[in-house]
């Protein structure tokens, strides 16, 4: 099963309104990052937030992290055309055996 | 210009058949994954590799195997091709591994290759 869950699985808004994308997962973790992936591309990197963080900033992305309820958020402000894209969260595991998983996306469309 | 480059981009390929998806890397990144992507199943790791001369058995690694003989290089090979093997396959790289080292760095993807297995 997947450790992470994006919420919700498709998102259409307007160019210059907010769009929020929520993750869920099950274990503890390391950390937790957000990937985009343009259509037919590989994934981009976007952010990472450690576990210790609760909240990280970078240009119009903000991100948090709940530990406590096992959930992270992506908003990106004032969104473009240019942020249509799948964002996926992708959490490394702290148990014994560290590894990355990815959850199974949020289609962004941004309508100019 | 530094990054992942893969081949091929997209491939048909009989039932049966050995295959092999190449991937390079030039950013001198210890590790490297294998991804396979599927619609609603988002990414899965096949296989990894810490670094040159070890690899490791990811989510779904059944059908494939993998070598890393140096640093830049990582094939992916299907030594008997199944149809459920069909997705879009993403080599990456990081700079740290995975496995007892800190926290894992972002992952740096190539633009994968594209297999159908009929």
């Known amino acids: 099963s997947q450790q992470g869950e994006e919420d919700p699985q498709a998102l259409s808004i307007q160019e210059g309104e907010n769009a929020t994308m929520n993750c869920s997962y099950k274990?503890?973790?390391?950390?937790l990052q957000w990937y985009r992936q343009n259509s037919g591309r590989g994934l981009v990197h976007l952010i990472l937030?450690?576990?210790?963080?609760r909240e990280k900033h970078s240009g119009r992305l903000r991100v948090t992290l709940d530990t406590s309820k096992k959930s992270s958020s992506l908003l990106i402000t004032a969104s473009r055309a240019a942020d249509t894209a799948s964002y996926f969260c992708?959490?490394?595991?702290?148990?014994?055996?560290?590894?990355?998983?990815f959850g199974t996306g949020t289609k962004l469309q941004v309508i100019p | 210009i530094a990054g992942i480059t893969q081949a091929p981009t997209s491939q048909i390929l009989a039932a049966g058949r050995r295959m092999t998806l190449r991937c390079t890397q030039d950013?001198?990144?210890?590790?490297m994954y294998w991804y396979r992507q599927d619609l609603g199943l988002g990414l899965r790791l096949i296989h990894y590799?810490?670094?040159?001369?070890?690899?490791g058995k990811g989510e779904v690694p059944d059908g494939y195997s993998v070598s890393r003989a140096n640093t830049d290089d990582f094939p992916l090979t299907l030594a008997s091709a199944v149809p459920s093997q069909t997705s879009v396959y993403f080599c990456?790289?990081?700079?740290?591994?995975?496995?007892?080292?800190?926290?894992?760095?972002?992952?740096?993807f190539g633009p994968g290759t594209r297999l159908t297995v009929l």
């Open positions: 990456a790289s990081s700079p740290e591994g995975l496995a007892g080292g800190p926290a894992i760095n972002e992952q740096f």
């Open positions: 274990t503890s973790i390391n950390n």
């Open positions: 937030i450690r576990s210790n963080e």
């Open positions: 992708a959490t490394e595991d702290s148990g014994g055996y560290q590894k990355v998983t």
């Open positions: 950013m001198r990144h210890n590790a």
């Open positions: 590799s810490n670094t040159a001369g070890t690899t």
